[in-house]
């Protein structure tokens, strides 16, 4: 086995922390995978990898060797495809993380035309609310909105999401239609909190120096974008959130926007990726697509 298949297990083995399911995602036995990483170790005089029964993690030589493979490989790659024309001259893996919201409802229904254009990228898209560890598992680029707390990435701001507040028909036939902010005291708010436990701040609106809240009742608190969504649907209550995760529901008039001269503070949308010195060309051309995709939903 040549070096460059040996650092391509060695950094499938490290993002997905086992030997087991590195194999199966590269459909080659175990202890092919194994005996590859070993070999690797041993020609560079160090460990790579901690091993235990349960669970295999990245030693401090191996963090640093992980990132410059990773660097490595993509410009391999880009290296292969230099001579080659058309959507073929993009090729290799590329994974990506993003809101469940954002991907289903704008990401996935798009997703045909972009990997028409380019077959040869094999595309990993995570959909999660928990904020991932870009170099650590192994993301090319990863989608945010809201501040961002990592300054060891670089960010490339699209813009800013709408926020709306929308509720179902059902609910809107049962409590009546708010006209008003003094209106929402008998109204429920769906309330969202990261961390179940913590108390949610309420209805968010805009005042002549900037955000204020308005505390609300509510029956349900949930932690997860889509069960927001989902829970709106059902018609448990009011939500505030970007009108990009909510556009289909609201051209299928499952839900409905109200109150629009008071919406909460508009969210940064940001694409975060690793301060690499070449940056491979498929993820340049998936920032850029991603960006147009999201244009007509963001205010600059």
């Not at 290799?92 to 229904?109: E, K, P, Q, W």
């Not at 701040?201 to 889509?226: D, H, I, K, R, S």
């Not at 939500?239 to 919406?263: K, M, R």
Request: charge should be neutral; include cysteine; proline fraction near 6%.
């Amino acid at each position: 086995m040549n070096k460059l298949d040996a650092m391509r297990i060695f950094l499938r083995v490290a993002e997905m922390a086992s030997f087991t399911r590195a194999a199966e995602s590269l459909a080659m036995p175990k202890a092919s995978a194994s005996m590859a990483v070993q070999q690797l170790e041993s020609l560079l005089g160090t460990r790579l990898l901690h091993r235990t029964t349960r669970k295999v993690s990245l030693t401090h030589d191996g963090q640093a060797f992980y990132e410059r493979s990773k660097d490595l490989l993509g410009d391999m790659d880009e290296l292969q495809s230099m001579f080659q024309q058309g959507g073929q001259s993009l090729r290799g893996r590329l994974r990506v993380d993003m809101s469940t919201g954002m991907a289903c409802n704008i990401v996935i229904r798009r997703l045909p035309e972009f990997l028409q254009a380019h077959p040869s990228i094999e595309l990993e898209l995570s959909s999660t609310d928990r904020l991932v560890d870009l170099v650590r598992e192994g993301f090319d680029c990863v989608l945010r909105a809201g501040p961002l707390a990592e300054n060891n990435l670089v960010a490339r701001p699209l813009g800013n999401l709408r926020v709306i507040n929308c509720a179902s028909p059902d609910y809107l036939r049962r409590h009546g239609t708010p006209q008003t902010l003094e209106d929402l005291s008998a109204h429920r708010l769906i309330h969202y909190a990261s961390t179940l436990g913590s108390k949610p701040p309420g209805w968010e609106y805009p005042t002549a120096t900037g955000y204020a809240c308005l505390p609300m009742e509510g029956v349900l608190t949930v932690n997860n974008t889509e069960a927001y969504t989902t829970a709106c649907l059902a018609g448990l209550g009011l939500i505030q959130s970007p009108v990009a995760s909510l556009q289909p529901w609201i051209e299928q008039g499952q839900l409905v926007e109200v109150l629009p001269q008071f919406p909460a503070e508009p969210m940064p949308l940001s694409i975060l990726y690793a301060n690499r010195r070449n940056l491979p060309g498929r993820v340049r051309e998936f920032m850029g697509w991603l960006e147009g995709l999201l244009a007509p939903y963001l205010q600059l």
